[in-house]
């Protein structure tokens, strides 16, 4: 993905290269948010209640949006689950633009990644 490419055609490629890794196309951001939360609770593929898929997207934005200085982690549970902090509240803005903002932090977490 080139950085000089519009946001959107930045994120449909992303979904491609998603869908390739993984067999099927991520429908939206919470899917992608989703998939960010498994890999970093780091225990596999397997099945999981609402509630921790729930969890899950929430581990996704938490890690995305550290980079950023939004969260800082602050450890695991028992169970092994990530937890972290909000240090800096999120801009405020209406839902495009904090769809817009978690995008891009998506977008950065996967050219980090190497995924």
């Given amino acids: 993905m080139e950085d000089e490419q519009p946001l959107d055609v930045q994120w449909e490629q992303l979904l491609d290269t998603l869908e390739q890794n993984i067999g099927k196309r991520p429908g939206d951001l919470n899917s992608v948010l989703f998939l960010i939360g498994v890999q970093e609770l780091g225990q596999g593929i397997k099945h999981f209640t609402k509630e921790q898929k729930q969890d899950l ?20 549970d028992a169970d092994g689950w990530p937890h972290w902090r909000l240090v800096t509240p999120l801009p405020a803005g209406d839902l495009l633009s904090q769809e817009l903002l978690l995008k891009i932090h998506v977008l950065e977490y996967f050219k980090s990644n190497d995924q």
């Avoid at 581990?59 to 800082?72: D, F, N, P, R, T």
């Fill in 57 to 76: 997207m929430h581990i996704g934005i938490c890690k995305i949006l550290s980079v950023s200085g939004y969260y800082e982690y602050e450890g695991t």
